[in-house]
C-alpha cells in the first residue's frame, strides 16, 4: 500500500507538471523551438535524434516518456515515434490526446508498415537517420535529465562505440562456452567495463548508436 501510494503521488505530481509544460508550448511565441536543438546545416557535427516506439498496451502512458524526452538539457535535434499501421489502424486517431500534444513540441510520429516490433525503433531510423546521433529510448522509462547528455558526453570521447547506461557483460565457463544470462555479470557500470563485443546493452537505459558504420 505504501508503494503504491508513492507511485500515486508520482503520477500525480507528473500529471501537473505535464499539462503546465504542454500550456507553456502551446502559448510560446518563440518562433524557435526551445524543446529540441536548432538544426543548423552549417555544423560539422551529426544531428542527435531520439528514436523510439510504442504499441496499444503502453501507447496510454507514453506521455510520461515523452516528458521526460522533451525536458532533457541536452536537446535532441529530433524526437521520432515509429508505430506500426497493423496495431493503430486508425492512425492518429486511436492515439491519446496525451501523446498527440507533444506534436506541438516537436515530436514526429512515423507510420510504417508490418510489424517488427521493438526493431521499429532502430532499423527505420538506420535507414532514414543513418548519418546521425541515434539514441534509443523504451516507452515504459522516466529519463533523468541528464540522461541523453550523459550518453552524447561518452560519445564525444569514444565517437566509434556504441554507448549505453546499462549493459550486461557475456561471461564463459571454463570450456570457452557462453553461460547462461543469468549468470553474466549484469548491470555492469561504465566504471567496470571497457568497449567490448561482450558487452549486451540493454534498451531500457537508452542506447547511443553512433555514424556512420552502422548506417543503411
Not at 508550448?25 to 551529426?46: M, R
Not at 538539457?73 to 498527440?100: C, M, N, T, Y
Not at 567490448?196 to 537508452?206: A, K, M, Q, R
Request: hydrophobic letters at 40%.
Amino acid at each position: 500500500m505504501k508503494n503504491q501510494h508513492k507511485q500515486d503521488e508520482l503520477q500525480a505530481r507528473l500529471d501537473r507538471e505535464i499539462a503546465e509544460f504542454l500550456c507553456n508550448a502551446k502559448n510560446a511565441i518563440n518562433p524557435k523551438n526551445p524543446y529540441l536543438a536548432y538544426q543548423d546545416s552549417t555544423k560539422k557535427f551529426p544531428q542527435v535524434v531520439v528514436t523510439l516506439t510504442s504499441y496499444p498496451a503502453r501507447i496510454s502512458t507514453l506521455h510520461y516518456t515523452l516528458f521526460t524526452l522533451f525536458t532533457q538539457d541536452f536537446k535532441p535535434h529530433r524526437v521520432i515515434l515509429w508505430l506500426s499501421q497493423d496495431e493503430f489502424v486508425g492512425l492518429l486517431a486511436d492515439l491519446p490526446k496525451e501523446v498527440l500534444d507533444f506534436r506541438q513540441c516537436g515530436l514526429e510520429i512515423v507510420w510504417v508498415k508490418g510489424n517488427i516490433k521493438s526493431y521499429k525503433k532502430l532499423i527505420y531510423a538506420i535507414k532514414e537517420f543513418g548519418d546521425c546521433v541515434l539514441v534509443s529510448a523504451d516507452d515504459d522509462a522516466l529519463y533523468a535529465k541528464d540522461w541523453l547528455f550523459k550518453l552524447y558526453d561518452a560519445y564525444k570521447q569514444n565517437p566509434h562505440c556504441i554507448h549505453a547506461h546499462r549493459a550486461h557483460r557475456i561471461v564463459f565457463d571454463k570450456y570457452g562456452k557462453i553461460l547462461p544470462y543469468l549468470k553474466w555479470n549484469l548491470d555492469v557500470s561504465y566504471k567496470q567495463s571497457v568497449a567490448s563485443f561482450l558487452n549486451l546493452p540493454t534498451g531500457v537505459g537508452g542506447i547511443l548508436y553512433p555514424p556512420p558504420p552502422l548506417s543503411a
